[in-house]
Antibody, heavy 116, light 107 residues
Framework: EVQLVESGGHLVQPGGSLRLSCVAS????????MSWVRQAPGKGLEWVAN????????YYGDSVKGRFTISRDNAKNSLFLQMNSLRAEDTAVYFC?????????WGQGTLVTVSA | ERVMTQSPATLSVSPGERATLSCRAS??????LAWYQQKPAQAPRLLVY???TRATGIPARFSGSGSGTEFTLTISSLQSEDFAVYYC?????????FGQGTKLQIK
């Protein structure tokens, strides 16, 4: 059974940093593109970042480019999202996803709140 | 960036009836379109990809159609568990983008 378990979300002040983690199980992690997708409270979905299986390619949404960094550790079946210079509009549930172009598997999400 | 526009924002339908949800792309996305269902406090679930291919385990009452800029998700006979929010998503070009969602509610 495929499982994706996120952690690391909590309350942070504007301008602060946070690192999200996602541990994967139930599939060969190193074979798949992985992604982060977020959803602001009561709002729709936004694709944040994508990473190739070997980590050689990454893609970012315009709203986070230059502030967020996606990374992975294939030996530990883990995906990460380093978030810097956080803004109030980054407040959202962040989902880890197994995805190249569409998302077959999602985690349950971790809530990031950016507020003073 | 390709903007995805879904209509209507809210759709009220009775159980057993047909529901038709629309998604329009600002520019051609070929058939690179997926549909998701999301229930409260849950992650979305993939229903359809490549515009018309049902994902594994998705009932046959869900069907997708369209290509280019106009797409439709049809639910042929609504069951109680189908009342949720539905999103379309294009993956023709990065950044991949979602529509704003259609809330399907009980009439």
């Amino acid at each position: 059974e495929v499982q994706l378990v996120e952690s690391g979300g909590h309350l942070v002040q504007p301008g602060g940093s946070l690192r999200l983690s996602c541990v994967a199980s139930g599939f060969t992690f190193s074979n798949y593109w992985m992604s982060w997708v977020r959803q602001a409270p009561g709002k729709g979905l936004e694709w944040v970042a994508n990473m190739k299986p070997d980590g050689s390619e990454t893609y970012y949404g315009d709203s986070v480019k230059g502030r967020f960094t996606i990374s992975r550790d294939n030996a530990k079946n883990s995906l990460f999202l380093q978030m810097n210079s956080l803004r109030a509009e980054d407040t959202a549930v962040y989902f880890c996803a197994r995805a190249g172009v569409h998302i077959t598997y999602w985690g349950q999400g971790t809530l990031v709140t950016v507020s003073a | 960036e390709r903007v995805m526009t879904q209509s209507p924002a809210t759709l009220s339908v009775s159980p057993g009836e047909r529901a038709t949800l629309s998604c329009r792309a600002s520019r051609n996305v070929n058939s690179n379109l997926a549909w998701y269902q999301q229930k409260p406090a849950q992650a979305p679930r993939l229903l359809v990809y490549d515009a018309s291919t049902r994902a594994t385990g998705i009932p046959a009452r869900f069907s997708g159609s369209g290509s280019g800029t106009e797409f439709t998700l049809t639910i042929s006979s609504l069951q109680s568990e189908d009342f949720a929010v539905y999103y379309c998503q294009q993956y023709n070009n990065w950044p991949y983008t979602f529509g704003q969602g259609t809330k399907l509610q009980i009439k």
